[in-house]
């Protein structure tokens, strides 16, 4: 049975979609009767239909398909039964609108009645009297409120300049400050804002607030110098701040500053961060308890300047080392020769952004998603242990993988441009010589 004895036997409408589809057929086979018989069907089915949309859409259809076997008489006669029943749909979809505005019409009037009837029952005021009165206890209000800020504002600032002097007043009389170097010479003197603050950050955990004055002393040419008293404060801060360098005192208000290092280096969050703790016992005790806390280093208080400076600059040396090491494991990830990043985080990392390679459309944002960090805080995390950003490690991750590949010469370079996630060939030219400084490669055949 044909296709079309089908549809007549069954007594199944022509739609606009299967008429297209059984013309392309017949137009495919050159099938010109069983079209003619096909069309017929169609306008046949077209007269037959109540509803006017299925009608347009069918008549649409046909018009089409007569174009196709260009037959125009035909076209014109069906452009006109088209056109008129466009113009039954829109008198339709008119009629059906006008009637819902109507029928909107007489349940907003229906509402408003009820709203009157009901308002008739209370006290009421007139709006513009209302609203008068509001606007003058609002500005009473806010007169009242600029006032009493202004003078909070002028009383709170000469408390913390007395409380400041008094401080200073204190730390000078029980410190003898000394300073003769300049802190951390492993940041460099441009590591400013534009505000000509330091970029670094350096959170002092003391309670005491003239050791933490004179601490703050010795790092504010360098740092910007954050501080915080209790255990609790100083988890918040480490964990919000992620600074370049903590110094924790050992004795916080009773409790103990060991446990507070502890935590600090077992999350994955700030374990990268160096840390300094001042104990008060000296020898083999005080080396155990940093050790019991995971600190980097540690001191004796009272606590010596010029010590604090080269220990804090051989601790941004040993940063600066721990780059280079990552630079070296970076050129071979890719390799026969690949080892295993010590620093779990980082392997972490490392995977994350290895399983998208190919993924042009990966991002510092969705690194950040898999880290389950923020975007700032991963950028300054990163930065820590590998001196590159985001952004910057998954760039040279694909250089790294497209120069193993070509030196395989396992692809051409401009497929090896796609399974490294770069969108053109020609921004993956540029970006090879760059990084590599010679494009060699890129030309072997």
Same mark, same amino acid.
């Given at each position: 049975?044909?296709?079309?004895?089908?549809?007549?036997?069954?007594?199944?409408?022509?739609?606009?979609?299967?008429?297209?589809?059984?013309?392309?057929?017949?137009?495919?086979?050159?099938?010109?009767?069983?079209?003619?018989?096909?069309?017929?069907?169609?306008?046949?089915?077209?007269?037959?239909?109540?509803?006017?949309?299925?009608?347009?859409?069918?008549?649409?259809?046909?018009?089409?398909?007569?174009?196709?076997?260009?037959?125009?008489?035909?076209?014109?006669?069906?452009?006109?039964?088209?056109?008129?029943?466009?113009?039954?749909?829109?008198?339709?979809?008119?009629?059906?609108?006008?009637?819902?505005?109507?029928?909107?019409?007489?349940?907003?009037?229906?509402?408003?009645?009820?709203?009157?009837?009901?308002?008739?029952?209370?006290?009421?005021?007139?709006?513009?009297?209302?609203?008068?009165?509001?606007?003058?206890?609002?500005?009473?209000?806010?007169?009242?409120?600029?006032?009493?800020?202004?003078?909070?504002?002028?009383?709170?600032?000469?408390?913390?300049?007395?409380?400041?002097?008094?401080?200073?007043?204190?730390?000078?009389?029980?410190?003898?400050?000394?300073?003769?170097?300049?802190?951390?010479?492993?940041?460099?003197?441009?590591?400013?804002?534009?505000?000509?603050?330091?970029?670094?950050?350096?959170?002092?955990?003391?309670?005491?607030?003239?050791?933490?004055?004179?601490?703050?002393?010795?790092?504010?040419?360098?740092?910007?110098?954050?501080?915080?008293?209790?255990?609790?404060?100083?988890?918040?801060?480490?964990?919000?701040?992620?600074?370049?360098?903590?110094?924790?005192?050992?004795?916080?208000?009773?409790?103990?500053?060991?446990?507070?290092?502890?935590?600090?280096?077992?999350?994955?969050?700030?374990?990268?961060?160096?840390?300094?703790?001042?104990? /008060?016992? #000296?020898?083999?005790?005080? $080396? @155990?308890?940093?050790? +019991?806390?995971?600190?980097?280093?540690? &001191?004796? *208080?009272? %606590?010596?300047?010029? /010590?604090? #400076?080269?220990?804090?600059? $051989? @601790?941004?040396?040993? +940063?600066?080392?721990?780059?280079?090491? &990552?630079? *070296?494991? %970076?050129?071979?990830?890719?390799?026969?020769?690949?080892?295993?990043?010590?620093?779990?985080?980082?392997?972490?990392?490392?995977?994350?952004?290895?399983?998208? %390679?190919?993924?042009?459309?990966?991002?510092?944002?969705?690194?950040?998603?898999?880290?389950?960090?923020?975007?700032?805080?991963?950028?300054?995390?990163?930065?820590?242990?590998?001196?590159?950003?985001?952004?910057?490690?998954?760039?040279?991750?694909?250089?790294?993988?497209?120069?193993?590949?070509?030196?395989?010469?396992?692809?051409?370079?401009?497929?090896?441009?796609?399974?490294?996630?770069?969108?053109?060939?020609?921004?993956?030219?540029?970006?090879?010589?760059?990084?590599?400084?010679?494009?060699?490669?890129?030309?072997?055949?």
């Amino acid at each position: 049975m044909s296709l079309m004895g089908y549809l007549e036997t069954r007594r199944i409408p022509c739609s606009a979609e299967a008429l297209q589809v059984m013309n392309a057929v017949f137009w495919e086979n050159k099938d010109r009767e069983s079209a003619g018989k096909l069309f017929a069907k169609a306008e046949s089915d077209a007269r037959r239909l109540t509803d006017p949309a299925l009608q347009v859409q069918l008549y649409a259809s046909l018009e089409k398909c007569f174009a196709v076997w260009g037959r125009e008489d035909d076209r014109e006669r069906i452009r006109s039964a088209h056109d008129e029943a466009l113009r039954a749909w829109q008198s339709r979809e008119q009629a059906l609108s006008e009637r819902a505005l109507v029928q909107a019409r007489d349940s907003l009037a229906l509402l408003l009645s009820a709203v009157r009837e009901s308002n008739s029952r209370y006290w009421w005021v007139d709006p513009n009297t209302f609203l008068g009165l509001g606007a003058a206890v609002l500005g009473l209000f806010v007169l009242l409120a600029l006032a009493w800020a202004r003078s909070h504002r002028r009383w709170k600032h000469r408390w913390v300049r007395r409380e400041q002097e008094i401080d200073l007043e204190k730390a000078a009389a029980g410190l003898a400050l000394s300073r003769t170097e300049p802190l951390a010479a492993g940041l460099p003197d441009s590591a400013r804002h534009a505000s000509g603050q330091p970029e670094h950050i350096a959170l002092l955990i003391e309670p005491n607030r003239p050791i933490s004055l004179y601490l703050k002393s010795l790092l504010s040419d360098r740092f910007r110098v954050e501080t915080a008293a209790t255990p609790n404060e100083a988890l918040l801060r480490a964990g919000d701040l992620l600074p370049d360098l903590i110094i924790c005192d050992a004795v916080l208000n009773g409790h103990t500053g060991i446990e507070v290092v502890r935590q600090i280096k077992l999350s994955d969050r700030t374990s990268h961060i160096p840390v300094i703790l001042l104990v /008060e016992n #000296h020898g083999a005790e005080a $080396q @155990l308890d940093a050790r +019991r806390a995971g600190a980097d280093t540690w &001191f004796v *208080r009272p %606590l010596p300047d010029d /010590e604090l #400076h080269q220990q804090v600059e $051989q @601790l941004f040396q040993t +940063r600066k080392q721990q780059h280079r090491l &990552f630079d *070296r494991h %970076l050129h071979l990830y890719f390799t026969e020769w690949r080892t295993t990043v010590p620093d779990a985080f980082l392997q972490r990392v490392l995977e994350c952004v290895e399983a998208n %390679l190919s993924n042009p459309d990966y991002l510092p944002e969705d690194l950040s998603r898999q880290i389950q960090l923020t975007r700032p805080h991963l950028v300054r995390k990163l930065t820590a242990l590998t001196g590159r950003d985001p952004q910057q490690l998954i760039r040279e991750m694909r250089l790294e993988k497209a120069k193993v590949l070509l030196e395989k010469r396992a692809a051409p370079p401009q497929v090896v441009a796609e399974l490294v996630g770069f969108s053109s060939p020609g921004s993956f030219t540029k970006a090879f010589r760059e990084y590599f400084g010679d494009d060699a490669l890129l030309l072997k055949k």
